[in-house]
Structure formats: C-alpha cells, structure tokens
C-alpha cells in the first residue's frame, strides 16, 4: 500500500526557509516519480516540483512561482524525497503534500498523496 508522510512545516517570517520531508512506505522509492502541490483556502491546487526516480540525472520540474527559490531532492535509500523552501513569501502559505506520479511536467496527474503539512510565512 502506497502511503506518504509530509513534515517539516510551520511559520517562518518572510525571507526565511523551510525543509519539508515526505517519507515514503509500501514501495521502492525509485519507482515512482515523487512530486509536491501545494493547496491554500479558496485557491486551486498548484504544482510545485516534481522530481523522477532515477538516481541518475532525474528529470527535475519546478512551477514558475518557485523556480530559483526551491530545491527538490530525493535520497532512495531513505526513502525520503525533500523540498527545501527559501526565500519564502506570504504567497507561499499553504498545506503541501507530496505524491507519487508517472512522470514529471507541468500537468502531470498526482496519483496517491499523503496528509499534507501546513506552511505559513507571516511577519
């Protein structure tokens, strides 16, 4: 059973930083292409990263609203893929999740994801 566990969230002031984990069971790690969306009250999903499962030059997608500001990396032995959030904006607030996917470009379909963690920037 595929489940995913996102954590690392919390408030953090404009400008700061933020490490979310998301830590996968019940499949290799490599099998899938993991990737994060985000969801704040009222507004529509929205893609973040995604990144393949290749431990080897992965393919690497980033939406326009955080490309140069976000870094996804994943580690296969512990099953743990990371999306490390800097220079962080009040824009920003929202929960985000990771899932698994079959691919990773811009609309590609999130097939299984976990229970979210909530990420606030406020002064």
């Known amino acids: 059973q595929v489940q995913l566990a996102e954590s690392g969230g919390g408030l953090v002031q404009p400008g700061g930083s933020l490490k979310l984990s998301c830590v996968a069971s019940?499949?290799?790690?490599?099998?899938?292409?993991i990737g994060w969306f985000r969801q704040a009250p009222g507004k529509e999903r929205e893609e973040i990263s995604c990144i393949t499962g290749s431990s080897n030059n992965p393919i690497i997608y980033y939406g326009d609203a955080v490309k140069g500001r976000f870094t996804i990396s994943r580690n296969n032995r512990k099953k743990t893929v990371y999306l490390n959030m800097n220079n962080l904006e009040p824009e920003d607030t929202a929960k985000y999740y990771c899932?698994?996917?079959?691919?990773?470009?811009?609309?590609?379909?999130?097939?299984?994801w976990g229970q979210g963690t909530e990420v606030t920037v406020s002064s």
């Open positions: 019940g499949f290799a790690l490599d099998y899938y292409a």
């Open positions: 899932a698994t996917q079959n691919a990773c470009h811009k609309g590609a379909p999130f097939l299984s």
